[in-house]
């Protein structure tokens, strides 16, 4: 089993639609949560940290559920440039081990 | 200001060789670390350094080896190159490791034939 595993898609959506990402994480030990955002030929960049609390940032939401091992990042009215894939990302060993998922390609379309 | 720079761009290797990436990192961040990307595939961690000692260690062979200079800039070596080594090479620094936010350089993409 994967340490940190994503559907891959493609989700493929129309502008101003609501998309829903799901991670789940095999390590109970794993410390701090990120999604990242990768452009295609593009270096990955940091599209939000994840807290127990949830947070939000602009269109983005993100959750984490600790006791079920799962992350979710929640995109509302896309845009076409939201289209990339989206990275589910863990730390474990006192932070010292960074996993990342296969990520999660989206589309959206006019 | 700069971000993290990365060379060489692109690579061609051929299988038994040696290879060596460079990365620097921003100016001002202690924490350099080596992730593998095959395509199709997220980033696979090989190594984290900080303020030159090495913090943490992904599951790659010994063929891998990496270090940080003073200035923190860093190098990633791997020896006897297979054909599975054939990957883009990402290089990230932060200001203080796997807390802080991971500011990725370009890449190297490394081609063994």
Redesign the interface.
Known sequence: RKE?EQDPGPFNVPEGATVAFNCTYSNSASQ?FFW?RQDCR?????LMSVYSSGNEDGRFTAQLNRASQYISLLIRDSKLSDSATY?CVV?L?N?????????TRLTVKP | DAGVTQSPTHLIKTRGQHVTLRCSPISGHKSV?W?QQVL??????IF?YYEKEE??R?NFPDRFSARQFPNYSSELNVNALLLGDSALY?CASSLG???E??Y????TRLLVL
């Open positions: 940190v701090s990242y593009k270096e990955p960049k940091l990275l730390t060993y932070n010292n081990d960074m996993r990342f998922g296969a990520g | 670390s992730y199709g595939q997220g980033p696979q961690f984290q913090r943490g992904g990402l490791g796997f807390r936010t991971q990725f350089g370009p890449g």
